[in-house]
């Protein structure tokens, strides 16, 4: 590890190092909806945790012909690799440029992992979404499509999306629409305080009114974690590749709700590029 990458993982704040987000990329996340970190946990790190994932998922890395399924999703990690992954201080730095100093809560785990694999079967769950953060008052809780979302991202600080593999562009990257924050945005916003689901969402508007937006996919070495704002409309695809993809896809939960009135004016870029969307003065 170099002298940059040591400090970047140092637990020590060094006050000489510049910001981990400039203004440019503070301005890239607002207009559309992520921002991408290289570097954001080591490499090592990476290839601790997925040794672990390899364990789990039952196949043999070494043999492809165990490679049965287009994805295997495995539950919550919060052992020592992955809780260290989800907390360096790179990332705890980005969490309060973009959601606000204490107002996210930190994690001890990192959610879910879809392993991609390389297949020439529809893996099911391709589909363009954002996701949803708070359960319904009634009906199946169970059902994550029955769960909701509203202008306010009640639930969800941001979306983020941990490699730990290297991903390149035949390996099943996540398909983002650059910009679409700001359509859901005003979605949402008819929908109050209550929100719609993403059933609803899907069956009222299908996102077709993000379809134009530039597509961009999340490639990068495992390390790398795209931090996006939690309207931002995403997808998955086939493996094309040859090496299966791991990611996590956790989100950054808040500290406390998102406001866009403030009296002193801190609004955070998550409630920046809503305000935006809206029609806010951004500074007002």
Not at 74 to 87: D, K
Not at 118 to 125: C, E, F
Not at 190 to 215: H, I, M, N, P
Request: aromatic share 10%.
């Amino acid at each position: 590890m170099d002298h940059e990458q040591a400090s970047r993982y140092s637990l020590t704040p060094d006050s000489r190092a510049p910001a981990v987000l400039g203004e440019v990329e503070i301005r890239q996340f607002i207009d559309d909806g992520f921002v991408k970190i290289a570097r954001a946990f080591p490499r090592e790190v990476a290839d601790e945790s997925r040794a672990i994932l390899w364990r789990d998922t039952g196949c043999d890395e070494a043999d492809p012909k165990t490679w049965t399924k287009p994805v295997i999703r495995l539950g919550a990690y919060g052992q020592e690799p992955f809780s260290r992954a989800a907390n360096t201080p790179v990332l705890h730095e980005a969490f309060d440029q973009l959601a606000g100093p204490g107002r996210w809560q930190p994690r001890s785990d990192l959610g879910t992992f879809p392993v991609r694999f390389p297949s020439p079967d529809d893996p099911g769950d391709a589909g363009w979404h954002v996701d949803s953060s708070f359960p319904p008052d009634s009906g199946d809780t169970s059902d994550y499509l029955n769960w909701r979302i509203n202008v306010f991202s009640r639930g969800r600080a941001l979306l983020m999306l941990f490699l730990f593999s290297d991903v390149g562009e035949m390996d099943a990257p996540t398909r983002i629409r650059a910009g679409s924050h700001l359509d859901v945005a005003r979605i949402l916003a008819a929908a109050g305080d209550y929100g719609l689901s993403l059933k609803e969402l899907v069956a009222a508007e299908g996102f077709a009114e993000t379809a134009a937006r530039r597509e961009v996919v999340a490639t990068g070495d495992a390390g790398t974690v795209y931090l996006c704002h939690p309207f931002l409309v995403h997808a998955a695809q086939p493996h094309r590749g040859f090496r299966p993809r791991f990611l996590a896809q956790p989100p950054l939960l808040p500290a406390e709700p998102f406001l866009l009135q403030r009296a002193d004016g801190a609004y955070s870029p998550v409630e920046q590029a809503i305000r935006m969307a809206l029609g806010f003065k951004m500074w007002a």
